[in-house]
């Protein structure tokens, strides 16, 4: 088998918002790197995820000069509101200085790759079985393997782990040194993804579940609904789909060709360390939130924000401090934002239905909502969170 050896400062293992926008920041600050992606680019480019991107996120990406990425299909934030028993309600919660948007997240993606590669980025789509060798030692290795079967050995100083949940780059860290932490909601989101208007736009707060239509460009949606953890896609036809959203939002919703369904349990992981030797891991591959709170990408890119700082004290400065704090100034800020999204998740499901907490958890919901936005000082933290500021 034809083996090829070679060196780079820094491999990226996953080719996601976090990895590719670690990769440009590098790249724009001349530190050398290699992203690898086990996917190909035609499956990348129309991978449909989340596209929350929370003022804090934008923040990110403009302070390190990569705003250009954010065009695309950009939907203000403020637009959609609440329907709660099948009545719309006036979203009237500001947050002052929010410009958090709506960036289609396969967009977002898209616009990274060709800015990374625009700059001359090593960007290595369909990189297989790939794996991690003496992370806790000086040099490690990155093996991988193309789809003709030649196998390739990277040797680096500092390795990226943004593969996702199910990527291989956290099982680099010994069992006996890392610890999951997580929580199970009890019900699960069957997500739909809809070539329509997204029309209403918003969240639906009802006693037959949550529900939720939110943009992902001008004529595609991505549909929410709340059901049992033990539902599948299979007990979900497409007239089931929209008779229930009409039902929760209490209006006509517009209807179209549905593209794909699937069930996702709400739950949420950390993992502490997040970090071994010189193995760091970011975005999902160290811990998820649910949908509800929409953080996910802005924890993706806390922790991009921080590792970039760290990998270019340490090489442009010889400063390791940055790094060695990395896995605990990381934690901080996820804990705080695990909080926020366990919160808002049980606030707009006990809210509605009544199967799971009952009666009095639905009243102490609904109060909890009330304030929110009647008094100053919980409209304010609630914005703070919101954009992602807190």
């Known amino acids: 088998m034809v083996e090829t050896h070679e060196n780079t400062p820094v491999v990226i293992v996953g080719a996601g918002v976090a990895g590719l926008t670690l990769g440009n920041i590098l790249l724009n600050n001349g530190v050398g790197c290699v992203v690898l992606e086990k996917r190909s680019r035609a499956y990348v480019d129309r ?3 989340a596209g929350a991107i929370d003022s804090f996120g934008v923040g990110v990406i403009r302070r390190w000069g990569l705003g250009e990425v954010l065009e695309g299909d950009p939907i203000p934030q403020d637009e959609g509101g609440f329907f ?7 979203m009237d919660i500001e947050h002052d200085e929010d410009d958090g948007m709506f960036v289609p997240q396969h967009v977002l993606v898209r616009n990274l790759t060709d800015t990374f590669l625009a700059g001359g980025g090593d960007l290595r789509f369909e990189a297989l079985d790939v794996n991690l060798r003496d992370v806790d030692g000086p040099r490690p290795t990155v093996g991988y393997r193309d789809p003709d079967g030649t196998a390739h050995v990277v040797t680096c100083d500092f390795i990226a782990g943004a593969d996702g949940f199910h990527g291989v780059t956290r099982s680099a860290i010994p069992a006996d040194v890392s610890t999951e932490y997580s929580h199970e909601y ?8 809809a070539a329509v208007p997204t029309d209403p736009m918003g969240m639906a707060i009802h006693e037959r579940g949550l529900a939720g239509m939110i943009p992902r460009g001008a004529d595609a949606t991505r549909i929410y609904l709340q059901c049992p953890v033990d539902d599948t896609p299979e007990q979900w036809p497409d007239e089931r789909v929209w008779n229930e959203l009409e039902a929760r939002f209490g209006t006509p919703v517009a ?5 794909a369904k699937q069930v996702v349990p709400l739950r949420s992981v950390v993992f502490d360390p997040m970090s071994h030797g010189r193995l760091y891991l970011l975005g999902d591959a160290a811990h998820i939130v649910p949908p509800m709170s929409a953080k996910g990408i802005h924890l993706a890119l806390h922790d991009t924000d921080v ?3 760290a990998v270019l004290a340490r090489i442009h400065e010889d400063d390791a401090s940055l790094l060695e704090s990395y896995s605990a100034d990381c934690l901080r800020h996820i804990w705080n934002y695990q909080a926020f999204a366990a919160w808002i998740t049980d606030l707009m499901h006990n809210a509605g239905d009544t ?6 958890r639905k009243q102490i919901a609904r109060a909890e909502m009330t304030r929110l936005f009647t008094s100053p000082t919980a409209h304010k933290l609630f914005g703070e969170l919101t954009a992602g500021t807190n």
């Open 47 to 49: 991978r449909q995820r």
């Open 84 to 90: 709660i028993d099948g009545r719309a309600m006036p």
């Open 186 to 193: 009890g019900y699960s989101w069957l997500t739909v993804r």
């Open 255 to 259: 209807r179209g060709e549905i593209l």
């Open 307 to 309: 590792l970039a700082r």
């Open 355 to 360: 199967s799971y907490e009952g009666e009095f």
